[in-house]
């Protein structure tokens, strides 16, 4: 049997911080408010110029760069992202033009902060088809672009930044990707969008002095469906594999706020130590949060052999999905 294993992980998050004093002077919050709310302290923001297609490639590259593989190798890139550079084409084209992966086909995967579990899922599938040996797979968002930075209620929560993980195809391997469990529901969808600029509302001087641009979302809403769903698709995966909580040696969750994720894992009954948690640093960067935080988990030493690692995601759409490794 063939399994998709990660080679690979690479992370890139622009240099300027922007941290939750910083947004105390642009709008009525405080930065006790976002902590005791949110957990975040701050996050990173891309520079002018700086774009989601440039965090993505950056990421790559390290992310090959540790599996010690060539871009001319790669078979395919799939990249999660809302945020990409322009409507169409892809970002991921982008992408495979400025790593150079000319054997690479390359698409874009819309499903918010979903994005990369659901990229993925597509790649383990394409690998276990056996279509492909070597794939790239990349979470990246430049969300300070599409946030309101007028509005308290969604701009505290956002940020920019780019991860990729590499994977391979292992004959008869016991480690790589045991499952994927993905999910959709449309009947959210005014909970969390963006509602312009797509072909339903297109742009109009009116519609840019009404803030119609910019990423719409109902909090207290999103909030209670998320922990609901991120613990049943965590659970799923782990009935799945014939696997309980105390098998989890990581749990690396979408990173969108820190009490959904102590919600999340309080209830999927894992410790504290068992849950990876960066969103103080980066908030919320959209399909970028997992694959930052792999990589940062593995580049500190804590994925490790054998060890079962449970990613679990939930976004707008509703999207949400948990996939299951082992290391
Ligand atoms: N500073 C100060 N006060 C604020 C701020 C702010 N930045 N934002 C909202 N408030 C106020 C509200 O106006 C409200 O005031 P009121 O009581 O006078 O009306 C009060 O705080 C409470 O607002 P709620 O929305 O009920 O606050 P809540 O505890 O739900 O926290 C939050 C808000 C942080 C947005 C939370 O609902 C949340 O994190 N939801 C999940 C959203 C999310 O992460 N979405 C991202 C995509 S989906 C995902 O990634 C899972």
Not at 19 to 46: L, S, Y
Not at 50 to 65: G, H, K, N, P, Q
Not at 163 to 186: K, Q
Not at 198 to 207: A, D, I
Request: proline share 2%; hydrophobic share 40%.
């Amino acid at each position: 049997m063939i399994r998709a294993r990660i080679t690979g992980t690479g992370s890139c998050l622009p240099e300027k911080i922007r941290t939750n004093f910083d947004i105390e002077k642009m709008v009525d919050t405080t930065n006790d408010w976002i902590i005791a709310r949110t957990g975040i302290e701050e996050r990173r923001i891309a520079a002018d110029g700086e774009f989601t297609s440039d965090l993505a490639t950056r990421a790559a590259e390290r992310a090959l760069e540790m599996a010690g593989v060539s871009a001319a190798e790669i078979d395919m890139i799939v990249l999660g992202t809302i945020t990409g550079d322009y409507p169409w084409p892809a970002t991921a084209c982008i992408v495979q033009e400025n790593l150079g992966a000319d054997k690479a086909y390359a698409y874009d995967i819309s499903a918010a902060c979903s994005g990369f579990v659901y990229a993925l899922s597509c790649a383990s599938d394409f690998i276990q088809a056996g279509r492909g040996k070597k794939v790239l797979v990349i979470g990246a968002e430049t969300l300070s672009r599409i946030v309101d930075w007028t509005d308290r209620n969604t701009c505290v929560l956002f940020g920019d930044g780019a991860g990729a993980v590499v994977l391979e195809a292992a004959e008869d391997s016991e480690s790589g990707v045991l499952s994927s469990h993905m999910h959709s529901d449309g009947s959210y969808l005014d909970l969390l969008y963006q509602p312009g600029f797509g072909t339903r509302v297109t742009p109009s001087v009116e519609n840019i002095t009404d803030h119609i641009p910019y990423l719409k979302m109902q909090g207290n809403e999103v909030f209670k469906v998320a922990v609901r769903s991120l613990t049943n698709v965590s659970l799923e995966a782990l009935e799945a594999n014939g696997l309980s909580a105390s098998d989890v040696s990581l749990f690396i969750p979408h990173q969108a706020n820190k009490r959904i994720l102590e919600a999340t894992a309080k209830r999927i009954k894992l410790n504290d130590d068992q849950v990876y948690i960066n969103v103080h640093k980066y908030g919320n960067t959209s399909g970028a949060t997992i694959p930052v935080a792999m990589d940062e988990a593995n580049r500190a030493g804590l994925l490790k052999s054998g060890d079962v690692i449970l990613l679990s995601a939930f976004g707008g759409g509703f999207t949400w999905g948990s996939t299951l490794i082992r290391w």
